[in-house]
């Protein structure tokens, strides 16, 4: 069975730097697993990386979708397949990366995500009930309704919450219950799962430099770029960690020193989150995010029984 590499873990944990050595090494090309890295002028928010990062390698999945545009995980499982395909036909190993966990068990589990159609009115309905009895109220009916489905998700995610309720009133079944009805197509591919971790006060650490990076380079102007030629048009992209701050800063609702130290917080946030999430995988490899990138290398190639090219 055709052997393909995930590497994946939290944000600013070097996930990029070591796939561009191992696609180097082993002929590879890279299938990003990003769910904000997917959109196109969206580059310094997303920490996409640029022609030089990439090195020749070939990247799939980066910077192809309008940011006006509703993406979801099914649509990515069905890219993504495209873009294996398209490796493995030219003999090459094809290396998913990135920290976007629906998306990567989109690949290992072979999960189907649902399709459904969006009851404008019962959203409007949900949201309703939302304001009135808080969020509270609607993340505890989600959670007698799915208690598996609920596990995995914060209980602030109201976008997710609405999700579980909506996917149930339309299909009488649960996402869950969805989820294992796909998987039962079977797994293409053998999936070799690596994940990258570092002491949490590092990682912070780097999480914190990021976000001051971004920043210098341009993360302010991005913004308003996107706004000036998009507008509200804008939907999910800018829902992203940085984006949505960023917005809310240019809005006056609170000053750019509360702004930088709100996105330093949530992304930290958001790789605890991936963290927890990534533990869940059976028989993942984890690796020393702080080891020498190729130690790194020659690990991975060791543990999926690779050869070089």
Known sequence: MQKVIVICGPTASGKTALSIELAKK???EVVSADSMQIYDEMSIGTAKP?????????HYLVGNIEPTRRYSVSDYKCDATKALEEIIEKNKTPIVVGG???????????IDYPEVETDLEYRKELEKLAEQKGLGYLYEEAKKIDPEAVKNISANDKKRIIRILEIYKETGKTKTQLEIESRKNGIPYDYKVFA?????????????????????KGLIEEVKQLYKKYGDELRTSVQG????EVIDYLNGMYSKE???EKIKMETRRYAKRQLT????????IWIDGLGNVQDNVNLILKEAELNEN
């Open 26 to 28: 082993i002929g590879g």
């Open 50 to 58: 640029d022609a030089e990062e990439m090195q020749g390698i070939k």
């Open 100 to 110: 976007t966990g629906l998306y990567v068990n989109s690949l290992i589990y072979g």
């Open 196 to 216: 990258l971790n570092m002491p949490r006060e590092i990682l912070y650490e780097r999480i914190n430099r990021r976000v001051d990076i971004m920043l210098e």
């Open 241 to 244: 960690i940085g984006y949505k």
């Open 258 to 260: 509360e702004m930088i």
């Open 277 to 284: 999430w990534f533990r869940k995988i059976p028989n993942i």
